[in-house]
């Protein structure tokens, strides 16, 4: 007699039997916002999603410096926001299993609020989500990954 492994996870208050887990994918959400407005918003596997960040804010930069003349030119490790900003971080587990084709649950989320006296430059921004991918990536790997 085989028994099932008891993966379970908590979706909305509901405990899944997930049965045998056969896939399991994490996404990361990064989404920086000032005065409800969003600013920037980057999605990609929590592996990538630093990479991701720093491409599309090495891209805004480039962007920016089209308009700028060559003495006000930016880097990516001096650009700053000079506005307030929150910055929303979150992570989805989603799995493919034996009871559930798909089914995603909310992994880790956190707001982290500046202020333009802050003067949060890029690189902050960067280094804040590597620290998140490092401590979501050990919280999945301690509770949630039921196949390694």
């Not at 028994?3 to 045998?20: A, D, R």
């Not at 491409?55 to 003349?69: G, H, I, M, P, Q």
């Not at 430059?121 to 301690?142: A, C, G, H, M, P």
């Amino acid at each position: 007699m085989t028994l099932e492994p008891q993966h379970e996870v908590n979706v909305n208050g509901k405990t899944l039997h997930l049965g045998q887990v056969y896939s399991q994918h994490l996404l990361s959400t990064v989404v920086i916002t000032s005065n409800e407005e969003t600013l920037l918003t980057v999605t990609a596997p929590i592996t990538t999603i630093v990479k991701q960040l720093t491409t599309e804010l090495n891209n805004d930069v480039n962007e920016a410096n089209k308009t700028l003349s060559a003495g006000e030119k930016m880097q990516l490790s001096t650009a700053y926001f000079n506005t307030n900003i929150t910055l929303h971080l979150s992570t989805v587990v989603t799995y493919n299993t034996q009871h559930y084709a798909s089914v995603s649950m909310p992994l880790e989320t956190v707001a982290v609020n500046y202020t333009v006296n802050d003067a949060v430059q890029f690189n902050d921004i960067i280094e804040l989500v590597q620290r998140y991918q490092k401590s979501t990536q050990k919280i999945f790997n301690n509770n949630c990954d039921f196949i390694n």
